[in-house]
């Protein structure tokens, strides 16, 4: 396919910086008249359209998306990426577009490998997972005018509106809400958060639901004792687990960031607790506790209409909700029926 | 790629069926001796090679091998084909190989994408998955000259030793004899199975290995009474362990056919008993149980051997062997310390 004009091509023409470009498309209320109007001119000459590659996409028949396929996380959430995996192949498939695998070893090996793929026609558009701050992946993409959606918001960066950085993501803030408002709404009013350590955009978000939610209760004088952080095993999960429950000695329910959480919370309470977990993994149906669901069918299908640039929503970003399954029928821990 | 000679085709020149053709090719002895001529003559007459294809993956630059992706399975070892994918194409980017996936929704569907990926020349070999009594799709690859190696053996039918039907598989019978010789170590005699409902390939394997560990150490007079079986659900293996342990008052220890298997023991028991399971999922690691683990690196770079037709073993078949991880040191259940 021919090289389609990128943002850096009109910056470049314009005699101005991608970010102002990215202004005019994005704010132009925020850029001078005078150089508005050049950048505007310059798109007109270049013939520059943000999703323009999108387009196409959508009207080839058989088209590839390259996607990386991360090292195996070995834990029980682990297979989260995977399941989205199978969602997106899946429905791609039905609007043939097919998935190419590749890996790599940093983010600038994947930036290599988009180069590779590109130059070779591999592939027409690329799916990112696993987001991060600063992500130079994102940066190269756009630079080099290549259709792509991430699964995970731009964290931290200015592109978080931009018009050219297509993402979905999960609200895992409204679902550990939701998760919270269900503990309260069985009357419980000692809810006990065990969360992951501060300072990731996921874990934070997730955090956040709780409060808002204790806050929302009238529950807000005691959110400090009522929350334990824990890496994300099982061990740590049950250690975080007996120090939240000897502290809080009425500790009513526990809502747990994942379900490697959750399973640390049921073990250690032996089952006495009701524990709502996130991921809804094998393991919450295996063991029989609530937990939030990510929706990756409906996340594999916002990435899809978003990178084929179809359906109605004209935006380019997605923030799917999240649906708590709630499991009570199964208590986790039963005595032997022998 | 120019049309390689097929099986199909030898055997149209020769005028003898294909299972003729394959007969000459793996057991010789058995054909007349004026058909294995013309046969051999049709071989030399068309250039016929067995895996002629395989040599020409190995010496391509950058190849595509397809694969379909099954439905998520969402059971506890569901994951075990994600993790198999996972170290193959690590293993395939390293040789230059890359995997392209896709879905079909039955054996004669997937049959027709192998026609249109040939057709469209998009892939140079196949990975099968998930092999089956009777599989229709190896026929068609063999027929058509493809290059493929199933994960899995072509159970039940007659190129179990067929040297145009490459294939790699986990010896489970060898794994779960090895977890039962663990417990037998360790003085138990009474040491229970659970396995899964009689009839599936695998799981008589597994069920064979318990079999042979206990008949070696003179165990065999009571195999019945400690033998129970459930469908792989956590629910079931509680029950089954319930009735097991109702029965054999005395019972040790217990060897599972799967970790699913293996949870529900652990659960239903409360960690009062060794438990070993298969497949060494997250669950096994996070629970603190043994398990086997059918180590997919080694089975991955087997797969990419038979396909690229290199490596000094130059037998078409690989059976690995899977590898016993103890765990002990964390019982699955203990009192909350607060």
Do not use: C
Not at 256 to 280: E, H, I, M, R, Y
Request: proline share 5%; hydrophobic share 40%.
């Amino acid at each position: 396919m021919p090289k389609l004009p990128t943002v850096h091509d009109v910056a470049r023409v314009a005699g101005v910086s991608r970010q102002t470009v990215s202004n005019v498309l994005n704010s132009p209320d925020i850029v001078r008249p005078d150089t508005r109007e050049r950048v505007q001119r310059a798109i007109e000459t270049l013939g520059y359209r943000p999703h323009a590659s999108a387009r196409r996409l959508r009207t080839q028949k058989s088209s590839t998306i390259g996607i990386r396929l991360d090292p195996m996380v070995d834990g029980i959430s682990g297979s989260i990426l995977d399941r989205f995996l199978h969602a997106l192949t899946e429905q791609a498939d039905a609007v043939g577009l097919r998935i190419l695998l590749f890996t790599a070893t940093s983010p600038e090996d994947e930036i290599r490998q988009f180069g590779r793929l590109v130059d070779g026609s591999d592939v027409d558009a690329f799916v990112l997972t696993s987001t991060f701050y600063g992500d130079p992946r994102t940066e190269w993409l756009i630079d080099h005018g290549q259709t792509f959606v991430t699964f995970g918001r731009p964290w931290g960066i200015d592109d978080m509106n931009d018009l050219r950085h297509s993402w979905v993501d999960v609200d895992g803030r409204a679902g550990v809400r939701a998760a919270t408002e269900s503990m309260l709404a069985r009357g419980f009013t000692r809810v006990g958060f065990l969360g992951w350590p501060s300072g990731s955009g996921t874990g934070d978000e997730r955090a956040g639901g709780w409060q808002d939610a204790m806050t929302a209760a009238g529950l807000d004088h005691d959110l400090d004792r009522l929350r334990e952080n824990a890496v994300d095993t099982v061990a740590a999960a049950r250690e975080a687990s007996s120090r939240l429950a000897g502290r809080v000695g009425d500790l009513e329910a526990v809502v747990a960031a994942s379900d490697s959480l959750a399973l640390g919370a049921v073990v250690q309470t032996q089952g006495g607790l009701p524990v709502v977990g996130f991921d809804n993994t094998p393991v919450s149906t295996a063991m029989g506790f609530s937990s939030v669901d990510q929706r990756l069918d409906d996340v594999a299908h916002a990435v899809l209409e978003l990178l084929t640039d179809s359906g109605a929503d004209t935006s380019r970003h997605r923030l799917v909700t999240p649906e708590l399954v709630v499991r009570s029928s199964h208590p986790p821990v039963v005595p032997d029926a022998s």
